[in-house]
């Protein structure tokens, strides 16, 4: 089967390696042009460009998919009998849709039709979902509609940040596609043709792209939501809140990458404003009240700095148990 590859984010790399092993004929890799990076602005290239390199694979980066010189490069040179669509990040003209025999194929990171759209890992964790999984769909010409092969779902673990599910999803879309390609008797072509399920676009949900104001933190929420907000924020925007050190009147930002919640305690405490410090603990966290329970915030990093254990942050700006988090100037 002549394959063509399509894809820019490191999410597609384990995929574009599994296209690799399976022994198909890769025709190219398709990804976005080098971008300017760092403080150089140096263009870099994206992490499947460099996959594709070290494999001596031969790379292509559009502008734009759908400019004709594109598309008569992918119909007369290629020739793709499959392409594979991996977060490659511009949305597929229906023209390239439909030039392969077996078409588009797509690996969402969800088990569509919920999570629709830019994160859906995120949305899944600042959500509280329990669970999530793999979706290997047909493309069409709207954004994660298109109907479903097949799915593998995954329970998410309370441990689990944005970067750990993303890895895990990753494997999961690499086995798949690995599987896909793969079988002895030559069934996967008939599996592209055959196996297509409608997506029950009434239960449909949206997952949009995160902007820096979804990291705000609200402590008038439960100790649970924030500590899924912060779980699926990382490593950007990063859950952040405000706080004002011992001494000054300069309202400043604080991240928060790491914190857990504490064991249901039957104690009759005090209920104390959401967002104050009501203890350190033994593992150097600090313990911060909120809207429904608890939170201990174990890694912060203040602007500007490097990430630090909590209690050092509090000991270092000077803040002591009963100073709250989020006053707002």
Known sequence: MRVVFMGTDKFAV?????????????????????????????????????????????????DRVRDKPFIEKVAQEFKPELIIVVAFGQIIPKVILELPEYRCVNIHPSLLPKYRGAAPIQRAIINGEKETGVTLMF?????????????????????????????????????????LLTKEDGSHKESLMLSRHPQDHSKATQAPKLTKEDGLINWDKSGYEIHNLIRGTIPWPCAYTTFQQTGSNDMKTLRIWESLLPEPSTENKVKTEPGTIIGITS???????????????NIVQPADKSKMKAKDFVNGYRLKIGDVFGIKP
Do not use: W
Not at 283 to 297: A, F, K, N, P, Y
């Open 139 to 179: 493309l069409d010409e709207s954004e994660d509609t298109g109907d479903i092969i097949y799915q593998e779902h995954l329970s998410i673990e309370m441990s689990d940040s944005s970067e750990i599910l993303f890895e895990k999803l990753a494997e999961i879309s690499a086995s798949m596609l690995l599987k």
């Open 14 to 62: 384990p995929a574009l390696k599994s296209v690799i092993k399976s022994g198909v004929e890769l025709i190219c890799v398709i990804t976005q042009p080098d971008q300017p990076k760092g403080r150089g602005l140096k263009l870099t290239p994206s992490p499947i460009k460099e996959v594709a390199i070290e494999y001596n694979i031969p790379v292509y980066q559009p």
């Open 283 to 297: 593992g150097s966290g600090i313990v911060i009240e909120t809207g429904m329970g608890e939170l201990i915030v």
